[in-house]
């Protein structure tokens, strides 16, 4: 049983599409990541968030505690977005990561 | 501003041997995780480290240990090592403790072949 899930799995989409990446958890949290990976394995962190929403740029991440779900979404999306994002929950003592959504934008 | 910076960045062992990986944090910053990444379980954490003290650890064997010095730079060992090890070794720096509170910025990894 996983703790993370997140969907889709593979997302491909045409540059300027707006992008949703959904995570679902089990677990209560004190705080929910969400990070991109680009090919190479380079990580960054996006946005940490417990509660509410947060926007940084095109992109804008959203929880919902009660219904324990988040959302990434990615405005105007461009080829540069191409990478996988994941997420991550943290319940007080240790991350439990998704596998993670690959996203592809095609020019 | 350096960046986080891990070494060594590749590594190959054999099965039964042992490896220790180095990552050196941000300047300033005092926490530093550790986490593995295979293409089976994705991303998994392995500890924290604050203050020369593991504050929180993940679900691993006790073959996994690490420790952090005074300056903040932290060390993972794994002994005996086994095929399944073999992953990319992350390690993420924090300004305080607390993963859950504070942006982490990650260093570019270190690739662990076991043969």
């Known amino acids: 049983k996983n703790e993370v899930e997140q969907s889709p799995q593979n997302l491909t989409a045409q540059e300027g599409e707006f992008i949703t990446i959904n995570c679902s958890y089990s677990v209560g949290i004190s705080a929910l990541h969400w990070l991109q990976q680009h090919p190479g394995g380079g990580i960054v962190s996006l946005f940490m968030l417990s509660s509410g929403k947060k926007k940084h740029g095109r992109l804008i991440a959203t929880i919902n505690i009660q219904e324990k779900h988040s959302s990434l979404h990615i405005t105007a999306s461009h080829p540069r977005d191409s990478a996988v994002y994941i997420c991550?929950?943290?319940?007080?003592?240790?991350?439990?990561f998704g596998t993670g959504t690959s996203l592809t934008v095609i020019p | 501003k350096a960046g986080v910076t891990q070494t060594p960045r590749y590594l190959i062992k054999t099965r039964g041997q042992q490896v220790t990986l180095s990552c050196s944090p941000i300047?300033?910053?005092?926490?530093v995780s550790w986490y593995q990444q295979t293409p089976g379980q994705g991303l998994q954490f392995l500890f924290e480290?604050?203050?020369?003290?593991?504050?929180n650890k993940g679900n691993f064997p006790g073959r996994f240990s690490g420790r952090q010095f005074s300056n903040s730079r932290s060390e993972m060992n794994v002994s005996t090592l086994e095929l399944g090890d073999s992953a990319l070794y992350l390690c993420a720096s924090s300004l305080r403790i607390g993963v859950s509170q504070e942006t982490q910025y990650f260093g570019p990894g270190t690739r662990l072949l076991v043969l």
């Open positions: 991550a929950a943290w319940p007080g003592n240790q991350f439990y």
């Open positions: 480290y604050f203050s020369e003290t593991q504050r």
């Open positions: 300047s300033g910053h005092r926490s």
